[in-house]
Structure formats: structure tokens, C-alpha cells
């Protein structure tokens, strides 16, 4: 066993030396017990991503009650999260279990962009469910009425603004490992000084915008619903439920939003502010994996959380099984009060 050890220790170093040949940074190697526990931990993140996403994505696909508009931009979500686990995850799960990134500098770059653009896709994706929500709720420029064009006009800039924020960052900034060398991200410890004012702007517009963005839209829509139902002069139970599902549903996003991101976040500023700064291996990996379980409350909160959707799901399983058809209405019998009318079909 102490010789199997040492073969597989001096194997890593060896591996390690390989990708430093073309990496900035000084990659040291870890306890193999660390890159297990990663492998465990993604794996399970990835398998989990792929089967929630995937059975939205073919849920809405097949579903007639799915086709609002507010469901496209939720089908738009779960396509960059399942596609954000399908390729970083699986990568994740290989690099780990070799203990190094045995991929290449190319396929770093590409990986890097790539989840890195589904990942902005993400984020807008989910400003853009908050302002549609407040629009039709809140009513600040009278009533609105989503359409199939504006989701799919908000589908498409969702991934252009993507595309404007990661393409600089392919050209310009560049890709390399984080932490202990398993995962590739943008360098954030660059001395560029134009490359460090692209990297704030961008995680100014990115990041901040979108908590910025979700506590003013959410803010609204609960003063909204509570006004609403103190005016009434009839207070129902119905009423006073949405009013806490509602109220529920804010505080899960805003929570898991903040516990999934600003881990990174406060890393990459710290590697910003200060490039010369010696980071710990596990201070930069533990954050960016972190990161990575949003692709599984994504749809969680959005989809299996809400009454409707969670319906739509069971009926296509129990379609596939000889179940009933699918495609039979049952929102005549879903009692709803005045004010949640405008989202109904969210």
C-alpha cells in the first residue's frame, strides 16, 4: 500500500509538472482523498443538473400548458444549466478523477468560455423571470401582457449579452486553472490594467446587476401583493397563501442565489484587487464548485416549487406509463384570487 502511494503521488507531480508547461500558475499537489471528494460531489451535482433540466426541457416540450410565454424563458434556463453541467460537469468529473486537467490549454480556453457564457445566460435568464414578473404584477407602465415574440426576443438576449461579456475574456484575458487545477475560469489575477477594468465591469454588470435587479423586482412585487390584499375588502384564505408562497419563493432565490455566488465572487474580486496575492488551493476550488450546485436550484425553485409546473411534470411521467392524457385541463379548478391572476401562468 505505502508503494502504491508513493507511485501514484510521484504519477500526480509528474502530471502536474505536464500542465504547467502551459499554465500561469504554480499548481502543488493535494491529498488524492481531496480530488475523490470533488469527483463524489460533482458527480452527484451533474447527475442531479442533467435529470431535473432535462425533464423540464422535455416537459415543455411535450406539455400543451407549457407553452407560455413565461415557460420559454424558463425552458432557456434549463438549457444553459444543462448544458453548463453537461460539458463542465463532465469534464469536472474526468479531471478529477485523473487528479489533474489532462484536457489541454485549448480545451481549457474552450471549456472556460463555454461555461462561462451559459452561466452569464443563467443570470440573465433569471433577471429577466423577475422583471417579467414585476411588469406583469406591479403594473409600472400599465397592464402587460407577455408574448411568445418578447420571450423569444428575451431569449436572445440573454445569450447575446453572454456572448458581448465572455467573448473579450477568450481574446484578450484568457483561461487558466483555479484552485487545484482540476476546473478552468477566466484569469482573474491578471496585471493587465485594462484586462482588470474589463473583469470589474463585468462582474459590476453581472453579478451585482442581477442581485440588484432580483431585490428591486421581488421588493415590488411583495409590497405590490401585500397592498393589494389589505385593500381588499374580502380576505380570503387563498389569499393570504399566496401571499406566503409568494413571499416564500423570494427569500429561496435571493438565498440560494447569494450562497451559490458570492463565494466566487469575493475570490475573483480578491484576485482582481491584488493579482500578485498567493492564494490557498482550497480558498479558489471550494467556491467555484460552489458555484456550480446553481444548475441544480435552478430548477428546484423555478419549476418544482411552483404548483403548475410540478403538476405538468407528473402528468408527462405518467403519460410515458400509461397514465392519463396529458394534455387535459385542470386550471378551472385551481382556485386563484385577483391580484395572482397576472401570474398564473408563471
Known amino acids: 500500500m505505502a508503494r502504491f502511494r508513493a507511485n501514484m503521488s510521484s504519477d500526480l507531480k509528474t502530471n502536474l509538472v505536464r500542465v504547467m508547461n502551459w499554465s500561469e500558475l504554480q499548481i502543488e499537489p493535494v491529498p488524492r482523498a481531496a480530488y475523490v471528494l470533488l469527483c463524489i460531489y460533482i458527480t452527484t451535482v451533474t447527475v442531479l443538473a442533467l435529470s431535473a433540466n432535462g425533464l423540464f426541457i422535455v416537459t415543455t416540450f411535450r406539455s400543451k400548458n407549457l407553452q407560455q410565454p413565461i415557460h420559454y424563458v424558463l425552458r432557456n434556463l434549463a438549457v444553459a444549466d444543462f448544458c453548463s453541467a453537461l460539458l463542465g460537469g463532465s469534464v469536472n468529473i474526468t479531471t478529477n478523477a485523473k487528479g489533474y486537467f489532462y484536457l489541454g490549454q485549448t480545451f ?103 442581485v440588484v435587479t432580483l431585490a428591486i423586482c421581488y421588493t415590488k412585487i411583495l409590497m405590490t401583493i401585500r397592498e393589494t390584499r389589505k385593500a381588499s375588502s374580502i380576505r380570503s384564505k387563498n389569499s393570504e397563501k399566496a401571499e406566503r408562497d409568494v413571499t416564500k419563493m423570494v427569500v429561496n432565490i435571493m438565498v440560494a442565489f447569494l450562497i451559490c455566488w458570492t463565494p466566487y465572487v469575493i475570490v475573483a474580486l480578491a484576485a482582481v484587487s491584488n493579482p500578485g496575492m498567493r492564494m490557498n488551493q482550497y480558498a479558489g476550488t471550494i467556491p467555484v464548485y460552489f458555484a456550480k450546485s446553481s444548475t441544480i436550484y435552478n430548477p428546484i425553485i423555478y419549476t418544482m416549487m411552483n404548483g403548475k409546473i410540478r403538476k405538468e411534470l407528473f402528468r408527462v411521467f405518467k403519460k410515458n406509463y400509461g397514465g392519463e392524457d396529458m394534455d387535459t385541463s385542470y386550471e378551472s379548478n385551481r382556485p386563484r384570487t385577483n391580484y395572482m391572476r397576472g401570474q398564473s401562468s408563471c
Not at 126 to 153: D, E, M, N, Q, W
Open 108 to 210: 481549457c480556453y474552450l471549456e472556460g468560455f463555454l461555461v462561462g457564457t451559459f452561466g452569464i445566460v443563467n443570470l440573465t435568464s433569471i433577471c429577466i423571470l423577475s422583471f417579467s414578473r414585476y411588469l406583469v404584477i406591479c403594473k409600472p407602465f400599465g397592464t402587460y401582457v407577455p408574448s411568445r415574440k418578447h420571450a423569444k426576443y428575451a431569449m436572445a438576449l440573454a445569450w447575446i449579452w453572454a456572448l458581448l461579456w465572455n467573448t473579450p475574456q477568450l481574446i484578450f484575458g484568457g483561461y487558466d486553472l483555479e484552485g487545484i487545477g482540476t476546473n478552468c475560469g477566466p484569469v482573474w489575477n491578471t496585471k493587465r490594467v485594462y484586462i482588470r477594468v474589463y473583469l470589474i465591469c463585468f462582474m459590476i454588470c453581472c453579478f451585482f446587476g442581477t
